[in-house]
């Protein structure tokens, strides 16, 4: 009894804390109702600032679709002031941040920006604006690496964070989302210490910025653009990239590099080979004997070899270099047998990049003599043109390469470095990464190429290694172990590396007239021999050419399909090889035919499928196969 009397006023105590909790939030919802939002608009987008949470809101007045933000962070907001017009005030207690914000329409475009600024230490990134929730039936646009799209609904892909500032996160400071035609996308204009995060909202996956400190300060203003389309999906919203690309100086074409350097006609339509054989002069003849006219040849060789290899028709020398590890000469003395002829060696410890707490920053690690794994010493990138200048011209005296693959300058993040002798900023690591490739391209006056890719570097290199690889999505240890060929195929690499229905080909739309895309040195074409087919259409549909990693005896034992791998490929590289990705469109809702249109006219239709597709004019594609027109 005296249980069953006690339970009752429990019961009775939760239902009046329930029936206050009910009548405080509708008290909150009717005072959220009742503080007016602050709107601007133009002809085309109404834009909406809430007082209370300070979520936007949009509307597009051409379709009559509606953006809205919601809160996903855990930061409190005090003492909000939102003043006349879309500007506001508030204080981050989190954070311990008075912020300010600008949100500003652009004349009469579907387009806005954010602009944020602060005094003060940012001890956290801050993650504002907030997301804009996506809706079910539409795909988030990401441009890792090459490209991707995630459908908002689908449970299997991981939320993630990709920096801004370097090639293994975003290589575009852009991101967006869409149903194929109309959407949103968001432009980071002061990428150098920003990042994006996807995540999840009602189990769909959205994205939001985030803001880092620059040397442990808010710092300069910090600027988001938000642009909205009312037709024209990813396409539109590179094209509207490109533009601003175009304006940021970025925008430098091929046909202009090859202008100030012919050389450059050798890379296009050429295929990148990676090979440790000796007897590299006698592959590359087997080579062309073969019907591989064009090659990129990227391992280093003796002088006599580089002369006759640059007497051939279509052959392109190269060789590997790296401005980033060095080694603590303690530990090259104690435990390596030997030290990488690219270590910047003589950079210890005066050149070295120092961290925040005065500590060198760690890079690349190698095993020792008792099999652990020491990390290198990362270079400052304030140093690196230095060093540059010491070893290329001299070498290239009686070493006449055409061209230089320079390692981790775009894949590695733009880092801080608090050596009192050479700091830097972010900012300023970006600027001495992009010195070192303008030196190579411009002063030295070699065909450039750089690890994974970044924007930042189109002015100043020929072709990345890597675009076309998403980094998350190789094989493991594809670093380490180059020349492993895997028979049996990783799950994650044959969903999101090699597939199609997440595949975009978003760097191509922007830049394929610019830089030249190629896969990673760790996942080339002959890399898994059962996908090596659907490996050759993704290059064929991007009109980029393909990478071969061989041994002698694996190239003896696979002549014919790689010259089958060139000849399909590189046919299509070459035709299109100066020339703009105009359009790229799904011609079955599963995404299995794919076509892409470039400037000159050329038209790629590819079937991933299993099926037969008929195109309009009635021929029939075969599955796992493609068709070419108008070269």
């Known amino acids: 009894m005296n249980r069953i009397t006690k339970n009752h006023k429990s019961l009775s105590y939760i239902a009046l804390c329930f029936a206050a909790a009910l009548v405080c939030l509708r008290t909150q919802a009717v005072a959220r109702a009742q503080t007016p939002s602050h709107t601007a608009s133009n002809s085309v987008v109404s834009v909406s ?45 989190n954070l311990g941040l008075d912020l300010r914000m600008t949100v500003e329409i652009d004349g009469e475009k579907p387009e806005f920006t954010v602009t944020l600024s602060a005094d003060g230490e940012l001890r956290r990134p801050l993650r504002y604006p907030h997301p804009f929730v996506t809706e079910s039936g539409t795909y988030l646009v990401v441009p890792m690496n090459e490209g991707i799209s995630y459908p908002v609904e689908d449970a299997t892909v991981d939320t993630m964070r990709l920096i801004a500032y370097g090639g293994h996160g975003i290589c575009m400071p852009f991101w967006g989302a869409t149903d194929g035609q109309q959407g949103y996308m968001a432009i980071l204009e002061t990428p150098d210490d920003a990042a994006i995060q996807i995540l999840r909202t009602d189990g769909k996956l959205c994205v939001a910025p985030e803001w880092e400190s620059q040397k442990g300060r808010f710092g300069y203003e910090r600027k988001v653009r938000y642009v909205f389309f009312d037709k024209g999906g990813h396409v539109a919203m590179c094209k509207r990239y490109r533009v601003y690309a175009q304006q940021a100086g970025l925008l430098k074409t091929l046909d202009q590099k090859r202008r100030e350097n012919p050389n450059v006609d050798l890379l296009i339509g050429a295929v990148n080979v990676w090979c440790w054989e000796r007897d590299a002069l006698g592959i590359v003849r087997d080579m062309q004997a073969q019907g591989i006219e064009r090659i990129l040849w990227s391992n280093r060789q003796n002088p006599d070899v580089i002369r006759a290899m640059n ?34 060696q003589d950079a210890w410890p005066q050149d070295i990049m120092l961290d925040a707490k005065g500590d060198w920053r760690k890079g690349w690690q190698v095993r020792g003599k008792d099999g652990q794994m020491y990390p290198c010493a990362v270079l400052c990138d304030k140093q690196a043109v230095k060093y540059a200048a010491q070893r290329v011209p001299a070498e290239l005296k009686d070493h006449p390469y055409r061209c230089r693959f320079i390692d981790t300058t775009t894949a590695s993040p733009w880092r801080e470095c608090y050596d009192p002798d050479h700091p830097m900023t972010r900012s300023d690591s970006r600027h001495w990464k992009m010195e070192l490739l303008r030196y190579i391209c411009d002063d030295v006056r070699l065909v450039t190429g750089c690890e994974t890719g970044h924007d930042a570097a189109v002015p100043f290199v020929h072709y990345f290694e890597g675009m076309l690889s998403l980094g998350p999505y190789r094989v493991p240890d594809a670093g380490r172990q180059m020349q492993k060929i895997w028979d049996e195929v990783p799950e994650r690499v044959a969903k999101y590396q090699l597939g199609h229905t997440y595949r975009l080909p978003l760097w191509e739309l922007v830049y394929h007239d610019c830089v030249v895309a190629q896969w990673y040195w760790g996942d080339y074409n002959n890399k898994l021999p059962s996908l090596w087919d659907k490996r050759d259409l993704f290059n064929i549909l991007y009109g980029t050419p393909p990478m071969f990693m061989f041994t002698r005896s694996y190239w003896d034992q696979n002549k014919a399909r790689f010259a089958r791998s060139y000849k399909d490929v590189c046919t299509v590289a070459r035709a299109v090889g100066y020339a703009e990705m105009t359009d790229h469109r799904f011609l079955t809702p599963d995404r299995s035919v794919q076509q892409t249109e470039f400037a000159n006219g050329v038209v790629v239709t590819v079937n991933f499928g299993d099926k037969p597709f008929r195109l309009p004019d009635g021929t029939e594609l075969a599955a796992m196969s493609y068709r070419a027109a108008g070269m």
């Not at 953006?67 to 017009?85: D, H, K, P, S």
């Open 49 to 93: 600032l809430e007082p209370e949470d300070l979520t936007l809101s949009v509307v597009d007045n051409r379709t009559g679709s509606r953006w809205q933000q919601e809160v996903t962070t855990g930061g409190r907001l005090a003492n909000i002031r939102c003043n006349q017009g879309l500007n506001a005030s508030w204080r981050d207690t």
């Open 311 to 344: 007497e051939m028709e279509g052959v392109l020398t190269s060789r590997y270099d790296i401005y980033q590890d060095l080694m603590d000469p303690n530990v090259v003395k104690a435990q390596l047998r030997s030290v990488h002829p690219d270590w910047t």
